[in-house]
């Protein structure tokens, strides 16, 4: 039964330009045994049954396409489902209950949206069964026979249960729907609570657009709009915050709640750790080898849930799916420190665009220093960034002087390049890609070494994520400017892209400015934060930058939320509404950083 046994990343795998080398090498094939067969299109297939793990094919493959992982086993009887031979495969899946918020986090390509497909009846599991007819439904309910999903199949299989789904990418919706976003709305208002969700999630504004011409962020409301109107005995959500900024992923994360409150279903697979903890009562973790494989744990309570995904440990299983825990520090306020060591300053700037007006007060960056960004959306936070990368000029006042050096990370990446990851870099880095700091700090915890001769068109969101953070850094430039770095990323990649962004600007004396929504990300980023306030669209407002611990206060403040910080972790966790902590944070006007945050035992 597998354990190592060597995988072809098929979109790596180049057969016609090697002629089946790893065929040709393979000890067994070399000995009469079939380890590697050819299939579709010549493609080779690795048998799990035959390989032995030896890792020659590893080592000898021009394209970096095949690696050595080990699949797990134990775990055999319990393959839900998998992607053809050799494809990903899934094991055991997330258990829903009535009346609960069911959160999953993993890293990405550990199968939380197959698990979400699945249980939304998008994708029929096919219990790993992959050549010859695939299960029939009777098979399928009789396989979860003993457990709650069998009642859940059943009634899946012959339509009695009814799903309302958000998918992972509201991109699509513009490609299925056309029409304005209150047509699509009020067509799905199955509940009647169409006007309420629209007030919660402000969409009164976008209701007479048509749905393609709207943002990410509006998309993504009305996507999570439409599946909170329907009348459904199960709500899955995919990814709902993504697009968003933090008030509107406390809205969402609020309504999604409420949904449970009615006493049905509720699944959510969710990156922004914050978010997720304010709105699962269970967290299931998903584990594995992104592509590979990934096992569904047990569902747990959301601390025990979130810390053990931090931990990197689940005990009951006795699984270790991470060598190192993620940890959280308690940080000290930073002090403002005398302005000595200022690297850049800009002054009053008022820019405006359109019938939007942004002003911003005079103030400055420290040598080696990161400065977070939050703000709502539409509030100039990118208008702010392009100035500075002089990509606009303002109005009045002035940015930066001339002869400056920006490298700037738009937040919208495009994978309109025709060539590999490897050349890309080339065409843009020269030789900078040699360097190995920049190997050690960037490329090596993107592994991006694992994607070098992919297409750059092929990427998967988070693969160009990371390439364009990857190249933003490694230009050689005196500022940063990176624009909403977490999007598409998993939350052990937006840890290890704060990380490399640190390194880069304290170990080379830079500075950066980084927009950034997840709250969790800028407390690991930020040394010192800008608040954008105002209103969304017509008039923002830059504050100068100011420390963590008043940046946070004004921030928070406005949203009327407060933080404190788990026991174990250190991660900040938002207090619920009028609770204890809540209630006395506020009267304090601490609404983040003091030691008596720290949750009691
Ligand atoms: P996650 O949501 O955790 O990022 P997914 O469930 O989207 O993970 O995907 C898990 C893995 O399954 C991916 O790495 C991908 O390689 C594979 N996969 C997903 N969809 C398909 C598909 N339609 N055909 C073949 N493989 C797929
Ligand atoms: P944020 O980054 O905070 O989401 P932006 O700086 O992108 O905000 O935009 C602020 C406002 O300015 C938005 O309402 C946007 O529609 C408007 N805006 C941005 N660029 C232009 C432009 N070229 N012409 C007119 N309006 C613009
Ligand atoms: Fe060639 Fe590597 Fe593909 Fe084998 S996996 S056919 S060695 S490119
Ligand atoms: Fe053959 Fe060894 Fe590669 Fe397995 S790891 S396919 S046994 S060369």
């Known amino acids: 039964m597998p354990g190592r046994v060597a995988v072809i990343d098929r979109d790596s795998c180049r057969v016609e330009d090697c002629g089946l080398l790893c065929r040709r090498l393979c000890p067994l094939v070399r000995n009469k045994i079939e380890a590697i067969k050819v299939g579709d299109e010549g493609r080779p297939i690795i048998s799990e049954q035959l390989c032995i793990g030896c890792g020659i094919c590893v080592n000898r493959c021009p394209f970096k396409a095949i690696s050595i992982v080990n699949l797990p086993g134990e775990l055999e009887g319990e393959c839900i489902h998998r992607y053809g031979v050799n494809g990903f495969k899934l094991f055991r899946l997330p258990i829903p209950t009535r009346s609960t918020v069911l959160g999953l986090v993993g890293k990405n390509g550990v199968g939380k949206s197959t698990s979400l497909r699945i249980l939304a009846g998008k994708l029929k599991p096919n219990l790993g069964i992959v050549e010859g007819d695939p299960p029939s439904w009777d098979s399928i309910v009789e396989y979860f026979s003993g457990t709650s999903l069998k009642d859940y199949f059943s009634r899946l299989a012959s339509g009695e249960l009814r799903v309302s789904y958000k998918p992972q990418y509201v991109d699509v919706i513009p490609r299925v729907f056309r029409g304005e976003a209150g047509k699509l709305l009020s067509g799905l208002d199955e509940r009647g609570v169409l006007d309420e969700v629209r007030s919660i999630l402000e969409l009164e504004e976008v209701m007479d657009r048509g749905v393609d011409v709207l943002s990410g962020g509006e998309l993504q409301r009305v996507a999570v709009a439409a599946v909170v109107c329907r009348d459904a005995d199960v709500y899955i959500f995919d990814e709902p915050s993504s697009y968003l900024d933090v008030r509107q992923r406390l809205k969402v994360a609020r309504v999604i709640r409420g949904l449970a409150k009615q006493g049905v279903m509720v699944i959510v697979a969710e990156h922004d750790l914050i978010v997720l903890d304010y709105m699962s009562d269970m967290v299931s973790v998903l584990y594995g080898d992104p592509g590979v494989y990934g096992v569904v744990s047990y569902p747990r309570v959301v601390r025990d849930g979130i810390n053990m995904f931090l931990e990197g440990y689940i005990p009951s299983e006795n699984v270790r799916f991470r060598s190192q825990p993620i940890k959280f520090q308690v940080k000290p306020p930073t002090q403002t420190i005398e302005s000595t060591d200022i690297a850049y300053s800009w002054g009053y700037m008022v820019k405006k665009l359109g019938g939007f007006t942004l002003k911003v007060e005079p103030g400055f960056i420290r040598t080696g220093e990161v400065v977070g960004i939050l703000g709502p959306n539409g509030i100039g936070k990118t208008t702010f960034v392009k100035l500075l990368a002089g990509l606009e000029k303002p109005d009045e006042g002035d940015a930066l002087p001339g002869g400056v050096r920006v490298s700037y990370k738009p937040q919208y990446i495009s994978g309109g390049y025709d060539g590999t990851v490897e050349t890309f870099l080339k065409n843009t880095i020269g030789d900078r890609i040699e360097s190995s700091f920049l190997r050690e700090e960037i490329y090596r915890p993107f592994k991006l070494d694992r994607i070098a001769d992919r297409m750059v068109s092929d990427l998967s969101g988070g693969e160009l994520q990371k390439l364009a953070i990857a190249v933003c850094l490694a230009v050689d430039a005196d500022i940063y400017l990176i624009d909403e770095p977490s999007a598409y990323l998993d939350v052990e990649e937006r840890l290890a892209m704060a990380r490399a962004v640190r390194r880069v600007v304290e170990n ?67 207090n619920k509404e009028d609770s204890r902590l809540d209630r006395m944070q506020k009267r304090l006007g601490e609404y983040y950083y003091t030691s008596i945050t720290v949750e009691e035992e």
């Open 508 to 574: 080379l004396g830079r500075v950066a400015f980084v927009v950034e929504h997840d709250i969790l990300v800028q407390d690991f980023i930020a040394d010192r934060l800008m608040v954008f306030s105002g209103i969304p669209g017509v008039e923002g407002y830059g504050h100068q930058p100011i420390d963590m611990r008043s940046g946070m206060n004004m921030f928070l403040k406005e949203l009327g939320v407060t933080f404190r910080r788990d026991r174990q972790t250190f991660r900040p966790r938002a």
